[in-house]
């Protein structure tokens, strides 16, 4: 794990709403994560070789079996210049039913190959009686630090991601997926966040995680801050030069306890786009920009007996207040969401540490120190 504080270790507190124990996604209970990370090498590019500064995140929905026991779950996208596997099958039957992997663009296909892999290990029925898993693997452009022709991730990472995912804290920044990755033209890559609601708004929780590799330096916001502003001139080498708009792109992972269908699960990857426009993102032409979210307690079993649930009733009973003149319940889901949104995405910033990758190529780890005399804290 990174060296580097949190946010809001430093005093810088997004919300109004209270984080969970860890205020990782990981709060949503079941839910665990793993990285593999990927650095070797220095100096010149040499393409298909290194540098190689790359790696794969797992975000694991449940203790049990993922495929058997499928999660409610949705896939938006913000904007369209990137790939995450399987949407279209995750939109039109409203399921997850793989863990959810992050990584470097190019190496989509093989994480996906991956976990067929290790998916057909673990049940021996797949593609003989019942049909075979559809991996969920979503990605951003690590080309700027990173040798992307090698496609360097290989199975047993992915393996390795998935199989040693846990709960608890979450490592941050220049990890797994994040590794090669940037924010604002500084270090970026994962970060994570969760948000808690009142017994008397539903006591459900709301984590987020991000791959962050979106945005200008003058555009970032920290707290309702342009910070950005001042941190134009900060360290700027020819390095800093983000070439072709490559470093473009965000994924938010959202994780909820709440039990809700489909349908209201897209309306929370909506609004997580407005936690990334507060920090700044303007979701560009060349960003790959895609919120998936899914909930843990609507569950879709592969061999379903009887309906388990029934949707309609669960997003009726989420709608409405406690009384006429409370605000719908599922506002709070939707600040939850917002609010874990951005927090993620600064902490993907503050945890990350500098890294020197292909070329000489170098993202600096954002200057906390000025960052805290710019916000006056």
């Known amino acids: 794990m990174s060296h580097r504080p949190r946010a809001r270790d430093v005093g810088v507190v997004i919300g109004t709403l209270p984080t969970g124990k860890h205020n990782a996604i990981t709060d949503v209970e079941g839910v665990r994560v793993g990285h593999t990370t990927l650095i070797e090498g220095e100096g010149a590019l040499e393409p298909g070789v290194g540098p190689i500064r790359t790696g794969v995140t797992a975000i694991v929905q449940h203790s049990g079996d993922v495929f058997r026991d499928k999660v409610s779950a949705w896939v938006h996208r913000i904007n369209g210049f990137g790939e995450v596997t399987n949407a279209e099958q995750v939109r039109e039957l409203g399921v997850l039913e793989t863990p959810l992997l992050l990584t470097g663009t190019q190496n989509v296909p093989r994480v996906a190959d991956a976990v067929l892999d290790w998916a057909f290990g673990k049940d021996a029925e797949m593609g003989v009686t019942t049909w075979g898993p559809s991996p969920v693997v979503a990605e951003c452009s690590d080309q700027y630090l990173s040798d992307v022709r090698g496609r360097h991730v290989r199975t047993e990472h992915v393996i390795a991601a998935i199989e040693g995912a846990t709960s608890g804290p979450v490592a941050e920044g220049g990890v797994g997926a994040g590794t090669g990755m940037s924010c604002c033209e500084f270090k970026g890559g994962i970060g994570t966040s969760s948000r808690v609601l009142s017994a008397e708004t539903g006591g459900f929780t709301v984590g987020v995680l991000v791959l962050s590799n979106f945005g200008r330096r003058e555009h970032l916001i920290i707290g309702g801050v342009p910070v950005g502003r001042s941190l134009v001139d900060w360290h700027p080498p020819l390095s800093e030069v983000n070439p072709d708009g490559l470093g473009s792109s965000i994924i938010i992972v959202i994780a909820t306890d709440a039990p809700l ?91 990350a540490e500098t890294l020197v990758g292909r070329d000489g190529h170098t993202r600096h780890a954002l200057p906390i120190d000025e960052v805290l005399r710019l916000l006056h804290l």
């Open 261 to 351: 269908p489909p349908r209201q699960l897209e309306r929370l990857c909506v609004r997580a786009g407005g936690g990334l426009a507060r920090t700044g993102g303007l979701v560009s032409t060349s960003s790959g920009d895609f919120a998936i979210a899914f909930s843990t307690t609507n569950r879709v079993p592969h061999d379903p007996s009887t309906l388990v649930i029934e949707q309609r009733q669960v997003a009726e009973a989420l709608l409405p207040g406690q009384d006429g003149a409370a605000m719908p319940a599922i506002n709070y889901l939707f600040q939850a969401t917002l609010e874990a949104t951005e927090e993620a995405i600064l902490n993907s910033m503050f945890a």
